[in-house]
């Protein structure tokens, strides 16, 4: 099944004409690609490792897209940078795959760095809890003095769909200006990512960042509980 540019939102407008074709073909080529490795690596087993490599082959997947509709943008351009953080002041929630990812990444520093980040995640508990989106603004336990991110590697689906033709938006009005074509294509990446591990009974009700990766380093067995579908981040 082929993917079509059609349906697309009033804003992608702000795409170049004489480009559709060929970043619907290449879109399209990513889409194959992608379910391909990841029909394969379902059939490889019920293993953590596996579901590891089917994430990072969705990441890569949403990167990708970003990649091909990028230069196909008419007189705008992405105002995102690295330094320009003001969607890290925002409550971002992670699913729970997300949450053990970052979590095992923050075991790979060592000991000491562990234990830095597991205080620093505490904090940030204490503030983040029983808090919504409206009453949140705080800079993110993840980003450095730089406005640059700690984890950029393995930050969750919510923060790499963050894009903008308008940083004074983002700023002021904590609004996202994006372009509606590739919010569909992440749309659909994030929905077949949901899907794939539901239709497992894996658990896949996000909860928020940083009590959720502090929760996945706490829990003793929490890779295990989550292959098991028990969902070990019953956080409110
Ligand atoms: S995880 Fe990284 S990208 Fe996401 S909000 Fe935090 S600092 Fe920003």
């Not at 596996?50 to 705008?76: H, Q, S, W």
């Not at 969607?87 to 095992?104: G, K, T």
């Not at 923050?106 to 562990?114: N, Y």
């Not at 009453?135 to 923060?159: H, L, S, W």
């Amino acid at each position: 099944m082929g993917w079509t540019a059609q349906g697309s939102t009033v804003d992608n407008s702000v795409l170049l004409e004489a480009t559709k074709e060929k970043m619907v073909a290449e879109i399209n080529t990513a889409l194959e690609t992608a379910f391909g490795q990841i029909h394969a690596l379902n059939a490889a087993g019920h293993t953590l490792a596996n579901k590891v490599e089917i994430m990072k082959v969705l990441y890569a997947l949403n990167d990708r897209f970003l990649e091909i509709v990028t230069p196909c943008l008419d007189g705008v351009k992405l105002r995102c940078r690295k330094g320009c953080a003001h969607c890290c002041e925002f409550r971002v929630e992670a699913l729970p795959m997300e949450a053990l990812r970052i979590a095992e990444h923050l075991r790979s520093l060592g000991d000491e760095a562990l234990r830095e980040w597991i205080l620093k995640l505490e904090a940030h508990a204490d503030y983040a809890k029983g808090r919504s989106e409206r009453n949140y603004q705080r800079k993110c336990t993840f980003m450095d003095q730089e406005g640059a991110c700690r984890i950029y590697e393995v930050r969750p689906f919510k923060c790499r769909v963050y894009h903008s033709l308008d940083d004074e938006a983002c700023r002021v009005h904590r609004k996202n200006y994006k372009i509606g074509l590739l919010g569909q294509l992440e749309s659909m990446v994030v929905q077949s990512t949901v899907e794939l591990f539901a239709k497992e009974g894996l658990s896949m009700a996000p909860a928020e960042l940083g009590q959720s990766v502090l929760t996945a380093l706490n829990a003793p067995d929490a890779e295990a509980a989550w292959l098991m579908r028990n969902n070990f981040l019953s956080i409110q």
